[in-house]
């Protein structure tokens, strides 16, 4: 104890320690928080200046995090990556809204959308979010936001295009405002829309287009409208978060094990059923098909000799057949192939002979939980862009009918950097196969003709064929989209010397 004197006050100071005042559970969370986004901040700084002053500074940094993270992978680099700056909007005078009621599966509409954004460019209008089908074949109830990000697609077009949610009040029906609903009329060009569609706006500022598939020309558009056409396809158009994460963590699982192949195995039995297709299959099956073809009044083609579309290349292929081709190909025994299709007509039953030679075949339900794939039960659509993100980002990819899936897959293929496609010759291997079936040829002859009718079925760079006359029966836009692959410095090196004749 100790006595000290102030003035005539004398005051005694016990030598006793400051009281303690214990930290909350609450204190201590708030302190921790603060302090792992203080860290993760300097982190995305040092990341940041690292990338302004040389890229590959923190390349080594960059993986380690890879490796100890447990997120997946586009979460990693939204967390690393500062966001993007929003793009100033164009200002212009808007001629009019545009609806859009998009026909078909998930990849058709996909075109379709980047071919209504180009003409409401084009135009001076205002798009409204587009409308998927929900009355097709396979009844999905999905929208435009349950499939793609669309505060992302607003966002990075709005220097193109206006975009909207929904059309303002003042022009709904509701409200007695008469909008007109066309169809456009398909493969037309730019001069089309300004001369018979354009006017239109002035009597109907809302027009509905009700049909949207192939409305756009493939070839003869100006550049500027090809690439706009391409920055919506690859880069607008991005999946919802939930679907972009089990899209990756099924290419994740596949991709630990090593190469693997996407088949898009397209016998389904809508397609066969639609497209006249029973080789291989029992009497009772080719009947049930062809009810099915008769029971949709939409479908117009109902007669259809099934072997004739098959001599002419028209037909998919079956699972054993794809089995031979694959090992004529030269494909090991042991290489993985995911499946990217729906439900194949005949069940595992039907995928015996390929599964023999290949065993290592799995699906996307062998791959994920039951409740991962909850969510996108009878979402077709849904279904289809995990098979379309795996179909991207396989090794190889191997389409069995050039429908909408595998055109679009291709072109994106193109776009990442030429990655192998085998594009199936389906006419001279329905000839290879039968010849080698009936005794005609013999093994070693049969992969000798397979291997050299693919030698240039690969990929690789070349130009769109150009049939002006047949404009359905020439290359498709986004199966090869050349002004999107290269400068036109470079385009003769990498495309080959262009034909005026037949490319434009």
């Known amino acids: 104890m100790e006595v000290r004197s102030e003035g005539s006050l004398q005051v005694r100071c016990d030598k006793l320690p400051a009281p303690v005042i214990p930290r909350t559970r609450l204190q201590v969370w708030f302190i921790r928080v603060c302090s792992s986004i203080l860290l993760w901040t300097c982190l995305v700084q040092l990341v940041a200046v690292g990338e302004l002053w040389h890229p590959r500074l923190l390349t080594g940094i960059s993986s380690h995090l890879s490796r100890i993270t447990p997120y997946p992978l586009h979460v990693e680099?939204?967390?690393?990556?500062?966001?993007?700056?929003?793009?100033?909007?164009?200002?212009?005078?808007?001629?009019?809204?545009?609806?859009?009621?998009?026909?078909?599966?998930?990849?058709q509409m996909r075109a379709a959308i980047c071919d209504m954004v180009t003409v409401a460019r084009f135009l001076n209008l205002t798009l409204v979010v587009p409308e998927l089908d929900k009355t097709s074949f396979w009844s999905?109830?999905?929208?435009?936001?349950?499939?793609?990000d669309v505060r992302h697609f607003i966002e990075s077009l709005r220097d193109e295009v206006r975009i909207v949610k929904r059309l303002p009040k003042r022009f709904s029906r509701k409200y007695g405002y008469k909008q007109l609903a066309m169809p456009p009329v398909s493969w037309s060009n730019e001069k089309y829309y300004s001369e018979q569609i354009l006017p239109l706006f002035s009597k109907y500022k809302v027009i509905q287009f009700n049909k949207t598939d192939a409305r756009l020309a493939n070839n003869g558009l100006p550049l500027d409208l090809q690439k706009l056409r391409c920055r919506v396809n690859f880069q607008a158009l991005k999946f919802t978060p939930q679907i972009e994460a089990l899209g990756h963590k099924l290419v994740h699982i596949l991709q630990e094990k090593g190469p693997f192949v996407a088949l898009h195995l397209r016998y389904e039995m809508d397609m066969l059923a639609f497209s006249g297709c029973t080789h291989g299959c029992t009497e009772e099956e080719a009947e049930e098909l062809k009810q099915m073809r008769y029971a949709y009044p939409w479908w117009r083609e109902k007669e259809i000799v099934s072997e004739e579309r098959r001599l002419q290349g028209l037909c998919p292929l079956t699972p054993e057949e794809v089995a031979l081709v694959m090992q004529a190909l030269g494909f090991d025994k042991g290489i993985q192939i995911y499946i990217a299709s729906g439900e194949i007509y005949g069940s595992e039953q039907r995928l015996a002979a390929?599964?023999?030679?290949?065993?290592?075949?799995?699906?996307?339900?062998?791959?994920?939980?039951?409740?991962?794939?909850?969510?996108?039960?009878?979402?077709?659509?849904?279904?289809?862009?995990?098979?379309?993100?795996?179909?991207?980002?396989?090794?190889?990819?191997?389409?069995?009918?050039?429908?909408?899936?595998?055109?679009?897959?291709?072109?994106?293929?193109?776009?990442?950097?030429?990655?192998?496609?085998?594009?199936?010759?389906?006419?001279?291997?329905?000839?290879?196969?039968?010849?080698?079936?009936?005794?005609?040829?013999?093994?070693?002859?049969?992969?000798?003709?397979?291997?050299?009718?693919?030698?240039?079925?690969?990929?690789?760079?070349?130009?769109?064929?150009?049939?002006?006359?047949?404009?359905?029966?020439?290359?498709?836009?986004?199966?090869?989209?050349?002004e999107c692959l290269c400068e036109r410095a470079n385009c003769d090196d990498l495309l080959g010397p262009s034909n005026l004749s037949t490319v434009r």
């Open 77 to 107: 680099k939204a967390i690393l990556s500062p966001p993007p700056r929003p793009l100033p909007a164009r200002s212009y005078q808007s001629n009019g809204f545009l609806r859009v009621s998009c026909n078909g599966g998930l990849n």
């Open 140 to 148: 999905d109830p999905s929208n435009f936001e349950d499939i793609f």
């Open 354 to 482: 390929l599964r023999a030679a290949f065993p290592k075949i799995v699906k996307k339900e062998m791959l994920l939980g039951p409740e991962e794939l909850q969510q996108f039960q009878n979402h077709s659509s849904q279904m289809a862009a995990l098979d379309f993100m795996v179909s991207i980002s396989s090794n190889i990819f191997i389409p069995t009918y050039d429908g909408n899936m595998a055109k679009l897959v291709e072109g994106h293929r193109r776009y990442l950097g030429f990655r192998k496609s085998i594009l199936l010759h389906r006419k001279a291997l329905v000839e290879l196969l039968d010849l080698h079936q009936n005794g005609t040829l013999s093994w070693s002859e049969f992969e000798v003709s397979v291997r050299r009718a693919h030698d240039q079925r690969m990929g690789q760079p070349t130009r769109r064929r150009v049939i002006p006359d047949k404009r359905k029966e020439e290359d498709y836009f986004y199966a090869n989209p050349q």
